[in-house]
């Protein structure tokens, strides 16, 4: 949520920035600012009306004593009047303040200066490519098919279980992925990345916080009697740790990893976009979270993209780097880059990673600020990414290590799966 201050005080460039994303911010930054005048000026007058209130409560208390009686009873009803105008400006407050939040949360964050314009992932920028790795000779079966060739996958009795979108695997493919859940996090740890297991469901404050509500309440599982979500990423859990948290000087930067299962409802996927493990409706990943101070969030940010191309690299996969246009670039972030991988058996990039720099959208949401060594209180930078999202890793592994033997694993797998070739 963008701080309301920050509107007033830069309403035409916060206007501006927003068209990046395609976003027509006019009405709704003049009905902020309209709602605030409000808010203050009634805010102003129910202050003026209290400051009222203790004057004549005095007078009364020194007529009382006098014993002036007959003035005493013309005050107090001053006094009832005043409480009766006073409650009717405390209604008015608070429905003006309600109208006012339910405003805010509908900005979008605004986009970094250096984010390009566009309307759909054909406007992404590619900023990094690394394409040497891919096959220019040979035919490679897609991964649906070496799924079910090798015994490894079972996206029929996932359905049956389930429904689509829920894979059951099974033997070499189970250990494949605990091998990669594994890998990730003790690179992550490797990294300087605090290890956490979250909750896999969350509350109503947990999901508004890091802008899943209301922005996308139709693409969360809800567990209507108990109140919850199922969480689509482990960044909301993980984000929520610092929930109405004050850091302290010397605790920036804060640097957590997590393993969850995800949950997303993926409505209006479809076709090829659905088929296999390309868009799953539960799947496997690990998060990296970080907090810190607004002066280097941006570094943050290239650290982070650099340590993804670190595992991707590892586990020689090609990849792309691409920049999010406008168009493409999430409500709460201010800048993405996804990492895409290479699928050799259907000819086309896959997206397995974004890494995020929300500013301090987030934070704002969540109270989350930190005091500098001057004791000076500030809203922290909150920036998230996958490292990594498994299904289509797993996609991409499958695809590209395919030989005559049967489906090769990188070496730097081995030692977690305990086995180097799936046959």
Known sequence: MLQLSYIRENSVEVIDRLKVKNYDGQLIIADIIRFDDTRRETQKALDDMQAQSNILAKEIGILFKQGKAAEVGALKEKTADLKIKAKELDEKLEATRKELDDLLVRVPNLPHPTVPSGRSAEDNEIVLLEDALIPTQGEYLPHWDLASKYNIIDFATGVKITGSGFPLYKGYGARL?????????????????????????????????????????????????????????????????????ILKPGELPVKNAAYSACFRREAGSY????????????????????????????????????????????????????????????????????????????????????????????????????????????????????ALALPRIVASLLELNQVPEGIKIPAVLQPYCGFSLID
């Not at 996090?185 to 909750?199: I, M, N």
């Not at 996308?216 to 960044?235: F, H, N, R, S, V």
């Open 177 to 245: 992925q605990r091998a990669l859940i594994n890998f990730f996090l003790d690179e992550a740890r490797a990294a300087g990345y605090t290890e956490v297991q979250p909750p896999y469901m969350v509350n109503a404050a947990s999901a508004f916080a890091t802008g899943q509500l209301p922005d996308k309440d139709g693409q969360m599982y809800y567990a209507a009697i108990d109140d919850l979500y199922l969480i689509p990423t482990a960044e909301v859990p993980v984000t929520n740790i610092y929930r109405d948290t």
């Open 271 to 386: 076709g090829k976009d659905v088929r296999g493990l390309n868009r799953l409706h539960q799947f496997d990943k690990v998060e990296i979270v970080q907090i810190t101070d607004p002066e280097r969030s941006y570094q943050v940010l290239e650290e982070m993209r650099e340590y993804v191309a670190s595992l991707l690299r590892k586990l020689g996969l090609p990849f792309r780097i691409v920049k999010l246009c406008g168009g493409d670039l999430s409500f709460t972030s201010a800048l993405t880059y996804d990492f895409e991988v290479w699928s050799a058996g259907q000819k086309r990039w896959l997206e397995v990673s974004s890494v995020s720099n929300f500013e301090a959208f987030q934070s704002n949401r969540l109270k989350l600020r930190f005091k500098d060594e001057a004791g000076k209180m500030h809203l922290a930078h909150t920036l998230n990414g996958s």
